[in-house]
């Protein structure tokens, strides 16, 4: 039985990976600090010889006694209601936390998987945005401390690769919904999501307009471990280039798709957007050929899955 750590594996998309890889018996480690994860996303996966949770910190040094196979590094604040709250922390996991993932990995001799992000883009000149774009990042902006954390992460990830000989790979993952997002996450799809249950308006901010990628959650854990799986070195994008849709958009789909009698009002954010990402969509040309991926699941088949794990009944199509 091949064992994995997974950093953050009791948050959203970490929960999900340790149950995907259960499925292909493996023995996980799962490594939280419960900062944005919660016990309740692996309650379910139990406790035993196959599963064992550890309640730590990966800002420091990761101990584990057994051999490892592979580690997956997820742990991250990756929402901006959390970034913005815990700046340095944030910054911290990115380079402390991915230095001590690593230097786990070297020293196991296992394979090291980088949960990265569309956020390198920053507020992207380019579109579709390829893995070969390097982006138009802000490093003293608000949102500046997640950005470059994970660009330093994606550095640091390579040094270990060229220089320490790891065997190493890099996701940039884009924007992924689902079932186990925080209620108070602060992103838009659930955010939306539970406005529309509970009857109140979704508040769209701004105008609207800006877009973002949407990939179901399902879709970009499967091409993590295709990814993690394969003998890739380089960056990969994972995201839907399908759904790239505006915010306004997406509230009158998830009304849609909900049933809801909600309605839509327009609020002033209560974030700083100054360096706001407008456009996000990937280009997965590397993903397909490489791993012979791409997402199967449609926006709205993904919001009637999340609606019903959540014991609601969607609107019927």
């Known amino acids: 039985m091949p064992t994995a750590v997974v950093t953050g594996g009791a948050g959203f998309l970490g929960s999900h990976l340790c149950e995907l890889l259960l499925e292909r018996d493996y023995r996980v480690v799962c490594v939280d600090n419960l900062e944005t994860g919660s016990l309740e996303n692996i309650a379910h996966l139990g406790r035993g010889p196959q599963f064992e949770f550890r309640y730590h910190d990966v800002i420091e040094p990761i101990r584990i006694d057994e051999s490892v196979d592979v580690v997956y590094h997820l742990a991250a604040l990756a929402s901006p209601i959390d970034y913005m709250r815990l700046p340095l922390h944030s910054l911290k996991v990115g380079s402390y936390g991915t230095h001590n993932a690593l230097g786990l990995a070297k020293h196991k001799r296992a394979r090291f998987f980088l949960a990265s992000t569309s956020e390198v883009y920053g507020d992207p000149a380019v579109t579709p945005q390829p893995e070969g774009y390097w982006g138009n990042v802000d490093p003293v902006g608000p949102r500046g401390v997640y950005d470059e954390a994970k660009r330093y992460a994606e550095a640091l990830t390579m040094a270990y690769h060229h220089q320490q000989g790891v065997d190493t790979c890099i996701a940039r993952i884009f924007n992924t919904y689902g079932p186990r997002m925080r209620r108070n996450d602060g992103r838009a799809s659930v955010t939306f999501l539970q406005q529309a249950l509970a009857g109140t308006p979704l508040t769209v901010f701004g105008d609207g307009q800006q877009t973002r990628s949407l990939c179901y959650v399902d879709d970009?854990?499967?091409?993590?471990?295709?990814?993690?799986?394969?003998?890739?070195?380089?960056?990969?994008?994972?995201?839907?280039?399908?759904?790239e849709l505006t915010m306004l958009e997406l509230a009158q789909t998830v009304l849609r798709v909900s049933g809801s009698k909600s309605e839509i009002t327009f609020e002033a954010s209560p974030y700083d957007l100054t360096d706001d990402p407008q456009i996000r969509r990937p280009d997965i040309t590397r993903a397909r050929a490489l791993l012979g991926w791409e997402p199967e699941t449609d926006l709205e088949q993904g919001l009637r899955r999340w609606l019903a794990a959540l014991g609601r009944e969607p609107a019927r199509a």
Not at 222 to 237: C, D, M
């Open 220 to 243: 970009t854990i499967r091409g993590i471990v295709l990814l993690a799986e394969s003998g890739e070195h380089l960056p990969v994008n994972l995201g839907n280039p399908d759904h």
